[in-house]
């Protein structure tokens, strides 16, 4: 299983702060993005940031290990 | 002593951030400091508190590597950073940072650095909560 977080205006857009994807060997960070792109739409249309076990990812084709945990994030507003 | 770099919901004090950075070197000549405070107006609104969110565990750690990344980059002997999430009420601080150096120039451009890139690379999301209702903030370039 791969677990997704969601936070501030992307989990506000979805109405929950996480999700989980069934994990299939040779899944890739893109293919997640895919499937939830998908179902929240609105969501997506302001996520600008990956991350997968708690560090920034680039490389959408990132291969994802069983359980891991990624993140899809608007653009950040700290400070 | 507090860890040099922290996410919490309480308020912090400069002067006990301050103390710690100066009691890590004597050599050091310069501290620059930058507060972040919630301000009670903002595009055109009266805003009330703001509400943080965060990534928790992935804001430490960037928040970590980017002091360390800050050390390395200019030099410095030490640097804090602070970070306040849950609500903060107007005119409340939000984040703190403090490098030190042996002189002013490095601590002044690196506490430049550290907000500019705190607020590229640190998952940490603010809402306005105003009278006419709540609103993310767009970051600002």
Redesign the interface.
């Known amino acids: 299983m791969i677990r997704v977080l969601f936070f501030g205006p992307v989990a506000e857009r979805i109405g929950n702060n996480q999700a989980a994807v069934a994990f299939r060997p040779g899944i890739r960070l893109q293919d997640v993005r895919d499937e939830l792109a998908a179902q929240y739409p609105q969501a997506f249309e302001i996520v600008c940031f990956a991350a997968a076990n708690g560090e920034h990812v680039r490389d959408m084709s990132l291969p994802l290990a069983d359980n891991s945990e990624v993140a899809f994030m608007a653009r950040f507003s700290g400070g | 002593m507090k860890p040099a770099v922290r996410i919490q919901q309480e308020d912090f004090s400069q002067d006990e951030e301050i103390r710690a950075l100066q009691a890590s070197s004597k050599r050091m000549g310069g501290i620059a400091t930058f507060l972040?405070c919630a301000r009670d107006f903002s595009e055109g609104r009266e805003v009330s508190e703001i509400s943080?969110?965060?990534?928790g565990?992935?804001?430490l750690?960037e928040l970590d590597r980017l002091r360390s990344d800050a050390i390395e980059k200019f030099g410095l002997l030490d640097a804090r950073i602070v970070?306040r999430i849950g609500t903060v009420k107007g005119g409340e601080n939000?984040?703190f940072i403090a490098a030190g150096a042996e002189h002013r120039v490095a601590a002044l451009e690196a506490c430049r650095w550290m907000?500019d890139e705190?607020?590229?690379?640190?998952?940490?999301?603010?809402?306005e909560i105003t009278p006419q209702g709540e609103a993310?903030?767009?970051?600002h370039p």
């Open positions: 972040g943080f969110d965060a990534y565990s992935m804001a750690s970070h939000i984040v907000i705190l607020k590229q690379r640190v998952p940490i999301w603010k809402k993310w903030v767009t970051p």
